[in-house]
């Protein structure tokens, strides 16, 4: 068993190690056989080179706030969708929506992409950020409701009749009990939807322009008929990983019990 862990291990982390490596290598250390793994001097040529160029810090904002926006939009508009699924099981209809959202999340966006670019050109709405926040919610908010949806249904409906009771409308017992209780459901959903998000690469690339652009259209950019610039794209891609990272360490504990409650709902 933990032979099989290690592999795995080594092989889902090499590929991270070799892009950190690479981006503090030369050029010349780049290309050389047989590979240089540590026998290198490591330069931040590249990162110099990255942040030199102000167009790569305004990529990175627009990819943060692309992200948050959409990841916020998404738990705000999906977790009161999940709270009725949850809240009326019987209502005719709810195993047709259920697999209606399922195969919306599976369609390719690309079938999407075609008719909303008509759309947002006919309207004069490429490369507005806003857009592309709002059309990345809409595409992820069927993962948003399938997967918190459970979590609400797990929420002992007694609660909520206290909270009627006590005088709490249905508002003040979503916002009151409801949500606190479904906060590691909503933190996991929260981590998928901020990783889908950020590595979104169709949407920005489609319907953005060059004031809209994101980390993965710009790290593609470094990729061109005659040449590939091996040491700029590692560069960029390591500061790609950190937020993702750094995200996941802090909600690492609500993240591992919002999975684990819900690989025991129905």
């Known amino acids: 068993m933990y032979s099989v862990l290690t592999i795995t291990l080594f092989t889902s982390l090499f590929p991270i190690f070799w892009t950190i490596s690479t981006s503090f290598k030369k050029r010349v250390d780049t290309f050389a056989l047989p590979p240089k793994f540590f026998n290198f001097s490591p330069t931040m040529d590249n990162y110099k080179k990255l942040f030199s160029d102000p167009t790569f810090v305004k990529v990175y904002l627009n990819t943060i706030l692309f992200t948050l926006g959409a990841a916020f939009l998404s738990i705000c508009i999906g977790s009161l969708a999940a709270y009725a699924l949850a809240r009326n099981p019987r209502f005719r209809g709810k195993a047709t929506f259920e697999i209606l959202l399922i195969l919306l999340r599976a369609m390719p966006g690309v079938v999407l992409i075609v008719p909303l670019y008509d759309l947002c050109s006919k309207l004069h709405l490429l490369g507005e950020l806003p857009v592309l926040i709002t059309i990345i919610t809409v595409f992820n908010l069927p993962f948003t409701i399938w997967m918190l949806t459970p979590f609400f249904a797990a929420i002992p409906i007694e609660l909520e009749e206290a909270g009627m009771v006590d005088g709490l409308s249905t508002w003040q017992i979503f916002r009151q009990i409801v949500m606190p ?69 802090f909600v690492q504990r609500k993240l591992v019990v919002g999975l684990s409650l819900g690989a025991l709902k129905e």
């Open 181 to 249: 209780l479904a906060l590691p459901g909503i933190s996991a959903a929260a981590i998928f939807l901020s990783l889908l998000t950020w590595n979104e690469f169709l949407v920005p690339v489609i319907l953005g322009d060059q004031s809209t652009q994101t980390l993965p259209v710009l790290i593609s950019g470094f990729i061109s008929a005659r040449t590939l610039d091996w040491g700029p794209m590692a560069a960029a891609s390591s500061l790609a990983i950190i937020p993702i990272a750094v995200l996941t360490v």
